[in-house]
T-cell receptor, first 115, second 112 residues
Framework: DTAVSQTPKYLVTQMGNDKSIKCEQN?????MYWYKQDSKKFLKIMFS???????INETVPNRFSPKSPDKAHLNLHINSLELGDSAVYFC??????????????FGAGTRLSVL | GENVEQHPSTLSVQEGDSAVIKCTYS??????FPWYKQELGKGPQLIID?????GEKKDQRIAVTLNKTAKHFSLHITETQPEDSAVYFC???????????FGQGTRLTINP
């Protein structure tokens, strides 16, 4: 069973469109994240949610709106897509406390191409 | 905020030789330092990590060392194999912050 799963794996769309990426984890973790990896492979945090509550928003444009319906899911909706949004988006999850805290497990990524 | 620098950006070694990747961090309060391996088309996979109360950790052919005074940590891979070829990332977790700050990545190529 996949621990952190993202859908879709590939997303090709036109500028100006709205799209969503879904993420689910079956690890029983209480914290989930979205990271963006640009063309130079640089990985940067976008959002962090703990128990459905937003705890980190790293100056991401408000066209990006994460939503966490429950602890196991964190979706990312992007409005009015721009060329610069093209990247690979990774979902991750971890436990907030305990011996395993901070250990993040990543999904396989969603490659977004904006044309 | 935390800033992580990683070197080298590319590294090519002969199969069987050792590889070393180095990272420095800026926030002395950071207390958790993982290393991730990313293969083509896949997500980053945790290979080893170290917490600030430990100076060294080993797992078979992989080891990580941490120097808190100098604020740097290193990944050592011995007896490299072709399947070690990938992009490796170091990261630091600022204390109390629910995030990882990543280095720029090192593309490691193992030549047969």
């Amino acid at each position: 069973d996949t621990a952190v799963s993202q859908t879709p794996k590939y997303l090709v769309t036109q500028m100006g469109n709205d799209k969503s990426i879904k993420c689910e984890q079956n690890l029983g973790h209480d914290t989930m994240y979205w990271y963006k990896q640009d063309s130079k492979k640089f990985l940067k945090i976008m959002f962090s949610y703990n128990n459905k509550e937003l705890i980190i928003n790293e100056t991401v444009p408000n066209r990006f709106s994460p939503k966490s319906p429950d602890k196991a899911h964190l979706n990312l909706h992007i409005n009015s897509l721009e060329l610069g949004d093209s990247a690979v988006y990774f979902c991750a999850s971890s436990r907030r406390g305990g011996l395993a805290k901070n250990i993040q497990y990543f999904g396989a990524g969603t490659r977004l191409s904006v044309l | 905020g935390e800033n992580v620098e990683q070197h080298p950006s590319t590294l090519s070694v002969q199969e069987g030789d050792s590889a070393v990747i180095k990272c420095t961090y800026s926030d002395s309060a950071s207390n958790y330092f993982p290393w991730y391996k990313q293969e083509l088309g896949k997500g980053p996979q945790l290979i080893i990590d170290i917490r600030s109360n430990v100076g060294e950790k080993k797992d078979q052919r992989i080891a990580v060392t941490l120097n808190k005074t100098a604020k740097h940590f290193s990944l050592h891979i011995t007896e490299t194999q072709p399947e070690d070829s990938a992009v490796y990332f170091c990261a630091a977790a600022p204390q109390g912050a629910q995030k990882l700050v990543f280095g720029q990545g090192t593309r490691l190529t193992i030549n047969p």
